[in-house]
């Protein structure tokens, strides 16, 4: 089923200046639901499960946080952090007149949207939470990102060299999950220093005790044998949560190469959170 796709902007004020942040609306209603990226990658690589997603009746929209994607990216390490992260989700909402959504994400964005739920409570219908990173990430996320950072730092001609061999790679030439690695490689080193260096000393999530408090049903969804975000790791965060829903994926790459059983996962849980009918699809 074909749906509405719009590409908006909202800025926000910050230490760096005024920002300006881009996301795409798919569908229409008002059964919101927030998609937020990985780290580094961009909106992107939601547009699968967004179309899914509104294809069932839902208005979803996918968000570039500051200093990913087409969104801006400024150089200074202090305006990224988780909780900057969240509050600029929270601003989304407020741009687009939103009073409640669900809000979910991979990895970084599973993260930031934990940091929503925090700050923001009365904002949060549900949580889809993939792959969070937490207490069993930690030395795999170093070991990961801590080369990132050296080489944006201190070898920055790498990533500049990177950036010019990727960019003109045209994207609709090459198969959709190769179009968002050559996204995700399309870095420019000092932004890409500022954000790994602010999310690497600062809080990786809110802690235990705040995840406890979170009342909103939640959809988490593990993966085996993923060293950089362990399915322990998801099966915790949902034991914590009072109304949670821990679902293992078969492998990393179930839910980008055959979706189509974690998308009516995540249909089924968006839909009940806002108790909305499932669509019933024509026979062709």
Known sequence: MLV???????FLDSESGRDRLEYTEYGGGEAWVVLVHGQLMPRRMHQPLARALAAEGLHVVTLDLLGHGRSD???DPLVYSMTAFGEQVVALLDHLGAEQAIVGGTSLGANVSLEVAVLAPDRVRGLILEMPVLDNAVEAGILAFAPLLFAAR???VSITVTRLLTRPVPRGLVPFWAGIVLD???QRADAMAAVVHGLFFGRMAPSSRQRRRISAPALVVGHPADPIHPAA???MLAGEMSHATFVRARSILEWRLT????????????????QVPRRRRRNS
């Open 259 to 274: 979706p189509d059983r974690l998308n009516r996962e995540a249909a089924q849980f968006a839909l009940g959170c806002w």
């Open 154 to 156: 201190f070898l920055p």
């Open 4 to 10: 509405s796709e719009r590409i908006g902007q909202f």
């Open 184 to 186: 995700t490689l399309d």
């Open 73 to 75: 990216r400024p150089a």
């Open 233 to 235: 790791d998801a099966a």
